[in-house]
């Protein structure tokens, strides 16, 4: 994204919830789901943003939340191969890690002041490469990480 970081979640906002982009229907709800939608229309939103709708997800990080206990609870016992890819996939995207410290949010995308609440994840094009080679086993992430990485675009996970 350009521009300041401190111009930068306001700008991606009010691209999101515009009504001309096309993104939603008459009740707020998205347009496609389980794919890519783009923003439709004359406006300048569809030069940097695309929205991925995941297929079996209320909009909630909630799902997000029992992968990841359900991961802590089952990686002992995971080959450590499959594990390691596993690791890094989660660690870049939704996990803590087993110490709790793993961070959703690269520094210096946005700025930390006020107006930050409500990032669940914000990646750039560059921290998108290292998660995206084990996707392979998450298809739905896959396509938003290799979507991203091939327009060299952040990955930004917004709540509702």
Do not use: I
């Amino acid at each position: 994204m350009r521009g300041p970081p401190g111009e930068r979640l306001p700008r991606l906002s009010n691209a999101w919830y515009d009504d001309e982009t096309g993104l939603w229907d008459g009740n707020g709800a998205p347009t496609v789901k389980g794919d890519w939608d783009w923003p439709r229309g004359p406006g300048p939103n569809s030069a940097f943003l695309g929205v991925y709708e995941f297929l079996h997800t209320s909009g909630s990080f909630k799902a997000h939340f029992w992968a990841r206990q359900r991961w802590e609870a089952a990686a002992d016992h995971v080959d450590p191969l499959l594990r390691a890819e596993l690791d890094t996939l989660l660690l870049g995207l939704v996990w803590d890690g087993m110490d709790g410290e793993a961070e959703h949010a690269d520094p210096g995308l946005f700025s930390d002041g006020p107006g930050y609440y409500g990032v669940l994840l914000a990646r750039t094009p560059d921290s998108v490469r290292e998660p995206r080679e084990s996707t392979d086993l998450l298809e739905e992430w896959g396509n938003v990480l290799n979507e991203a990485a091939r327009r060299s675009w952040c990955v930004v996970g917004l709540s509702a």
